[in-house]
């Protein structure tokens, strides 16, 4: 889910760009009401690589620590207390190819 998103999975904003400098790509966006965001330690990131809707989103791998992966305050829920739920937030994630999964576009 993405602020902003609503129900539309493709409408997606979070982008991951190339890195020219280094290689790999460069995430940013964010991601709300994230089940085990900040106690888990992989998490599975759609983000836009190319054009409108489905076809331009790639699925990524990111590991909890990596620089610019950040998490919001949990939220208060009224139920369902046992497990965090928070945004994901990418501030320029910095990840090689090796961390997509898939070909580029194929992450729907």
């Known amino acids: 889910t993405e602020p902003g998103a ?6 997606l904003s979070t982008t991951a760009r190339k890195d020219a400098a280094g290689g790999g790509y460069v995430l940013s966006g964010a991601k709300a009401f994230i089940s085990g965001a900040g106690a888990s330690d992989l998490y599975l990131v759609m983000a836009r690589t190319g054009g409108a809707g489905a076809g331009g989103v790639s699925c990524f791998v990111l ?14 829920k009224m139920g369902w207390n046992s497990q965090p ?12 190819e090796a961390h997509r999964l898939g070909a580029e576009g194929e992450g729907f």
């Open 6 to 11: 609503g129900s539309d999975a493709a409408a």
């Open 63 to 76: 590991e909890k620590g990596m620089g610019g992966l950040n998490f919001g305050a949990n939220e208060r």
């Open 85 to 96: 739920t928070a945004a994901v937030l990418l501030d320029d994630v910095k990840v090689s």
